[in-house]
């Protein structure tokens, strides 16, 4: 019977990151709907406003150490959905890790064709009707602006990050980031027309839970 080898045990941070995201700058109207006929309509009503939402907020760990980003236990890569739905993307700003492959199904009846001109990760996923999807892969880090060749005013954001250590506050603007081992960390938070935050804290033992509010 062979020899049994030891191995390095699997690492417990259990300090969390939580506090809330208060939003209070305006956000910028939609633009009024634009018609077209036949299967490459808008929908006959249209979509109200949008209103300021912390659930357009990512927050996450700004450049963390190579030992954070890369410790056991955390998600891989995997994929995601945007769906068009009511001339709109949702959800309107998505955070993934970089290696995603990002679904993009089309709940209307009519034509969408989704595409983005970031340098870097340009893609053009054609005309696909309602019923239909296409995907496309996200390696690179980068704020992906994702747009509609048919429909000038839908508009969304895919934030590709090279770690998992990101979420999105719920609709009361509450989140937490869990699994930070100790350390000094610098802590963003990303709004696509209100700016972004930055807070440098420190998290002193592995069953902390540091409250950190941010304010736009």
Same mark, same amino acid.
């Given at each position: 019977m062979g020899a049994i080898l030891a191995r390095d045990p699997v690492p417990v941070w259990p300090a969390t990151i939580e506090g809330t995201v208060s939003l !209070? &700058?305006?956000? /910028?109207?939609? /633009?009024?709907? &634009?018609?077209?006929?036949? =299967?490459?309509?808008a929908s006959a009503k249209g979509s109200a406003p949008r209103l300021p939402s912390a659930t357009d907020v990512v927050v996450y760990l700004e450049d963390p150490p190579a030992a954070v980003k890369l410790h056991l236990g955390e998600a #891989? #890569?995997?994929r995601a959905v945007m769906q068009q739905k009511g001339d709109r993307f949702v959800p309107h700003v998505l955070p993934i890790m970089a290696g995603t492959e990002v679904d993009f199904p089309n709940k209307d009846n009519y034509y969408?064709? *989704?595409? !983005? =001109? *970031? #340098?870097?990760?340009?893609?053009?996923?054609?005309r696909f009707g309602g019923g239909e999807q296409a995907s496309v892969r996200f390696d690179d880090e980068a704020?992906?602006? *994702?747009?509609?060749?048919?429909?000038?005013?839908m508009k969304a954001y895919i934030v590709v990050l090279d770690h998992p250590h990101f979420t999105v506050p719920d609709s009361a603007g509450a989140y937490r980031l869990e699994k930070i081992p100790p350390g000094t960390y610098t802590v963003k938070a990303w709004h696509p027309t209100s700016g972004e935050r930055r !807070?440098? %804290?420190?998290?002193?033992?592995?069953?902390? %839970? *540091?409250?950190?509010?941010?304010n736009f």
């Open positions: !209070s &700058a305006p956000l /910028k109207r939609d /633009k009024p709907v &634009a018609y077209n006929r036949g =299967i490459y309509r #891989a #890569a995997g969408h064709n *989704v595409f !983005s =001109i *970031v #340098a870097g990760d340009r893609f053009d996923l054609g704020i992906v602006v *994702v747009r509609c060749e048919l429909h000038s005013r !807070s440098v %804290i420190t998290i002193p033992s592995q069953s902390s %839970i *540091v409250n950190l509010p941010l």
